[in-house]
Structure formats: structure tokens, C-alpha cells
């Protein structure tokens, strides 16, 4: 079942850019281009009711642990892209303070599993506080569900799937269902983008291009440093902390990286978006607290780069997912760990893949069970 690998997480790592293949072929128009959009024919096809989204003023995600993650990305691209006002909540917070009811809202739940107890009880309060609106259909919920598994109790909670296509996943820590969730943002950040002509049909033409490429780039990450962070992963043998760093739409890579790290290797890490070094984490640094930071080149590329500086001036050892022939990062970091140049908006599919690879490394070098970590199960289906 494993299918030569050792733990279904690598093998899971692996199925990625087939995940983003099938994900493409779900939710976009193969050869749209922005002549396309003169005959009004959409780039995506997301089986997507028009009321879902009619006179949309703001959207409001709910999710927890990778899901939320993914909920950041998402974000980044519905504001950045789409133009609309987005908040991320995690489910367990938002149960308990929830935010005043505001018209015209599209609420979306993000689950893996559909399963998630604090996330089904979130939307399932949305739900309830929103009927009985008639007089003011504006404040009725609009629900919509992103999960791997529409048969789920999600799926019959919220009348709106967009369904990932990830297949099946047993790993214990999210890793191929997470970059689908993303490719789900994409597609409907890319949607609205356009229903609400939000950027012109060239610039989303440019994003499509880029998109289509994404699987050929993560094969390539794979085939080229996997080996090399195996290798890496020995470095860390005695590692206790570590600290991740990204900004803009990298921002949630770093908490995923981060995450990941935590729950299959049990060492401690933090990810944070790299300009609140300054405000105290930076503190925390010294020889012995590997700083691992994301920067590609686009909007904070300089940015990130002098924050990683600051903490050069720390003793820390620095670790850049960086493209290889970019001078500045060559010269920023200690070790890098190249990824192939990419769009800065496309480019998180691609960043976290090293990190995934290196929280597996360590992990499975310190002889840990990867795929059941302590304490953890697949689904959390109490409170
Ligand atoms: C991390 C992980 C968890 C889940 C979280 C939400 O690797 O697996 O943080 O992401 O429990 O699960 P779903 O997406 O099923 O709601």
C-alpha cells in the first residue's frame, strides 16, 4: 500500500503534483484564455450557485490546524486578487465569539476530514443565527463547504462543495490534502476574480499559465531535494527549536512549516511572519535555533531577506527555500534549499513542499512514527 515508500507521509509528499493535476482538471478550463472572457466564458468551472456570491461584500473562513492555514492563503488571494474583505477565524474561537452578523457574507468551512468537531459546530451556529431572515434575505447564510470528503457530515451541512481531489490521506499531519485545499482558493479566488472583473482577462491568463506549470515545478522540488534534505535533516539531530519565517502569502507556509515540524518530530517551532522578528521573538535566537525563511523574489522579497539578516547578527543558522540564482538570498542565507522561480502569488504549492520534506527527514531520522504521531488522530471529532 505504501508503495516503496516507508510511511504513507512521503508517499502522500509524492502524490502532490498529481493532486494539483487533478485539482487543475476539476476546476478550470483546460485552454481558457483572455479571449475568452469577451464571449463571457468563465476560466473556472466550479459548479458554483451565481447567489452564492451576488452583491458579496465579505467572506469569512472557519477551519483549524492545516485547514486554517490554508484559510490564510485564501485570504491572500480573495483580497489580493478578488478584492474582497476576508477574515480567517479558527472554528474553536469563533464557536464562542462569533463576529456581528454583516450582510452579503459567504462563509466558508475548511475541513479535510468534514469531520472536525469545532468546525461543524461553527457553521452549524452560522447557519442557525442567520435563519430567519426573510425580511432581509441579505443576512440569510451563505454557506459554502471545502473538504476532501463531500459524502462527510459537512457535506450535509452546507449545500455548496468544492470537492479536492486528493484521494484518500493517512498520514496523520496534512500534506497533499493541504496543497489541494489551496488549489480550491485558487479556483475560487480566480472565479470571483473574474465575475467581478476584479483584474483584467490578461492578468488571470497569466495566472492560469502559471498554475498549469505548478506540477512540472513541484516534480522538480521533489526529484532535486529530497535526497539533499535527508542529508539536511542530520544537521538537527539535537535540535530543539526552530523558528520559520515567511511574509505576505508565504506568511501561512511558515506556520505550516512550523506545525508540521511540531507534530511528527515533536520539537519545538514557531513560524512567523518574518517583519515581527523585531517585536520580541528575536529574542528567542541564538546558535543553536535554526531559522528556516521562505523568500521568493515579488512585493517583500528585499523585506525578508534583511529580516533573515537581523537574525544572521544573532548566530543563527540560516536556511533559505529561496530560487537558486538569486544573489542577494545566496548571499543572505547559509544553506539554501532552491526552488524553481515562480510567480510570488502561485508560489506557496511550491515552498511548502521542502518543508514538508524536512519535517518528514527529521521525524523519521529520530526514529519516530510519522504517520500516528503521539497524541494526534486524523480527524477531531470532539470538542
Ligand atoms: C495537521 C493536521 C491538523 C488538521 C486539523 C483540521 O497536519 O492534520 O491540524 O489540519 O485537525 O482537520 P480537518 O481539515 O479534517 O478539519
Not at 478578488?82 to 474553536?92: D, E, F, I, L
Not at 526552530?242 to 515540524?261: H, S, W, Y
Not at 537574525?311 to 524553481?340: C, H, K, N, S
Request: charged share 20%.
Amino acid at each position: 500500500e505504501k508503495q516503496g515508500f516507508k510511511h504513507f507521509m512521503l508517499k502522500e509528499i509524492y502524490e502532490q503534483p498529481g493532486v494539483v493535476r487533478a485539482c487543475l482538471e476539476a476546476y478550470f478550463d483546460g485552454d481558457w484564455t483572455a479571449a475568452d472572457a469577451a464571449i463571457d466564458k468563465p476560466p473556472t468551472h466550479l459548479g458554483l450557485p451565481p447567489d452564492l456570491f451576488a452583491n458579496l461584500q465579505q467572506i469569512e473562513i472557519v477551519a483549524c490546524g492545516t485547514s486554517w492555514h490554508a484559510g490564510l492563503v485564501g485570504k491572500y488571494l480573495l483580497e489580493q486578487l478578488a478584492g474582497v474583505t476576508t477574515t480567517v477565524h479558527y472554528a474553536s474561537e469563533c464557536r464562542y465569539a462569533p463576529p456581528p452578523i454583516a450582510p452579503n457574507t459567504l462563509i466558508i468551512g475548511v475541513t479535510q476530514s468534514g469531520e472536525t468537531a469545532d468546525t461543524l459546530a461553527a457553521l452549524e451556529m452560522e447557519k442557525k443565527r442567520r435563519s430567519g431572515f426573510d425580511q432581509n434575505p441579505e443576512l440569510l447564510p451563505r454557506l459554502l463547504g471545502i473538504t476532501n470528503r463531500p459524502e462527510s457530515s459537512l457535506g450535509n451541512l452546507v449545500a455548496s462543495i468544492i470537492d479536492t481531489h486528493a484521494g484518500i490521506e493517512i498520514g496523520v499531519a496534512a500534506t497533499k490534502t493541504f496543497v489541494a485545499q489551496v488549489m480550491a482558493f485558487y479556483a475560487l479566488a480566480i472565479d470571483l476574480t473574474y465575475r467581478r472583473q476584479a483584474k483584467s482577462p490578461e492578468q488571470l491568463e497569466q495566472m492560469l499559465v502559471g498554475l498549469r506549470q505548478l506540477p512540472a515545478h513541484m516534480e522538480l522540488v521533489l526529484e532535486s531535494q529530497e535526497r539533499y534534505i535527508e542529508e539536511l535533516a542530520h544537521d538537527f539531530a539535537e535540535t530543539q527549536d526552530f523558528i520559520f519565517l515567511g511574509r505576505g502569502i508565504n506568511f501561512p507556509i511558515a506556520l505550516e512549516g512550523a506545525l508540521k515540524l511540531k507534530e511528527i518530530s515533536y520539537i519545538h517551532a514557531e513560524g512567523y511572519p518574518a517583519g515581527e522578528m523585531k517585536h520580541g521573538p528575536i529574542a528567542l535566537l541564538d546558535a543553536k535555533v535554526p531559522v528556516v525563511t521562505i523568500a521568493m523574489p515579488g512585493s517583500v522579497f528585499e523585506k525578508v531577506l534583511s529580516n533573515a539578516q537581523e537574525a544572521r547578527a544573532r548566530d543563527a543558522r540560516l536556511i533559505g527555500v529561496t530560487p537558486m540564482d538569486e544573489q542577494d538570498a545566496a548571499d543572505t542565507f547559509d544553506t539554501l534549499i532552491p526552488v524553481p522561480h515562480i510567480d510570488e502569488m502561485l508560489s506557496p504549492i511550491l515552498t511548502v513542499i521542502p518543508l514538508q520534506l524536512l519535517a518528514y527527514h527529521i521525524a523519521a531520522r529520530r526514529g519516530l512514527d510519522v504517520d500516528q504521531p503521539r497524541n494526534l488522530a486524523k480527524s477531531v471529532t470532539v470538542e
